[in-house]
């Protein structure tokens, strides 16, 4: 009598449990969202009718409301993402090395550079914006601050990341031949980071320009806050101007940060 033949499984029993549970945790917190944020199907029948309502009342777009309104906020709004994301690199590249752990061999400093960018990123843009709001005032100087705080995190994470990659050959031989700290940093580290850095930095700027374009809704100038005026008037072909404004200037920085990242990376 022939054996019996084994049966190849791709997963364990314990393995397929173990999926099994995930698969039903998944249903479940969906079920149990739908039931906390209190869906109301009334709403959602009529969602169709209430869109082509609110595009019929923003066609055409009002392009003389541009020249003397717009425009000018849509260039607050670029200043505001690229000071951002100025004064973000400066904090969060020592930051950055910090959080290293092949540049800063201390538990002590790897720990407190974590925690900044933790704490700096999980904090959302329109909240560092209303506190900025509360602490100068409404303007472009807040949302910089909100652009440039909520940006620490995200730029000081990857830039220590690609500085932890770093090939220790050239910065052992440098160390060897007595080269002193900041010979190891800018001959040793940054020729390897260089190409990482400058992508983390224009991808930064590329959402910074998405992000500054919202944060006047609180206040912290740029197109936000014409867009916020707009909605509130009900001045929907207005509104229509300024949504398509941003749209074309978020399709810009996208084409830009392509073209510098061909030439320099």
């Known amino acids: 009598m022939l054996a019996a033949e084994h049966q190849w499984q791709r997963f364990t029993p314990q393995a397929r449990l173990a999926r099994f549970a995930v698969y039903l945790g998944i249903v479940a917190a969906v079920v149990v969202s739908f039931r906390t944020v209190e869906v109301i199907p009334e709403f959602l029948q009529d969602a169709p009718e209430q869109i082509g309502d609110l595009f ?60 900044i960018l933790v704490s700096t990123r999980s904090v959302n843009t329109l909240v560092w914006a209303i506190l900025f709001v509360a602490v100068f005032g409404p303007g472009a100087l807040a949302g910089t601050a909100a652009i440039a705080f909520r940006s620490i995190g995200f730029v000081g994470k990857l830039f220590a990341e690609a500085v932890e990659n770093a090939d220790r050959g050239s910065i052992e031989a440098l160390r060897a031949a007595g080269a002193p700290w900041p010979s190891v940093l800018t001959m040793g580290y940054w020729p390897q980071v260089r190409p990482a850095f400058w992508s983390i930095v224009l991808f930064r700027w590329d959402i910074n320009v998405r992000e500054s374009a919202i944060l006047g809704l609180v206040g912290a100038g740029g197109i936000g806050m014409v867009l916020d005026d707009s909605m509130n008037l009900f001045q929907w072909h207005r509104v229509a101007t300024v949504l398509v404004s941003i749209f074309a200037v978020v399709i810009l920085a996208e084409l830009v940060v392509n073209a510098i990242r061909k030439r320099i990376i």
């Open 56 to 115: 019929y009342r923003m066609w055409p777009p009002d392009a003389r409301f541009y020249p003397a309104t717009v425009h000018g906020a849509l260039i607050e709004t670029i200043h505001i993402a690229t000071l951002g994301t100025i004064f973000t690199t400066l904090m969060a590249v020592p930051v950055g090395f910090l959080a290293a752990r092949n540049v800063t061999p201390h538990v002590p400093l790897n720990a407190l550079a974590q925690l």
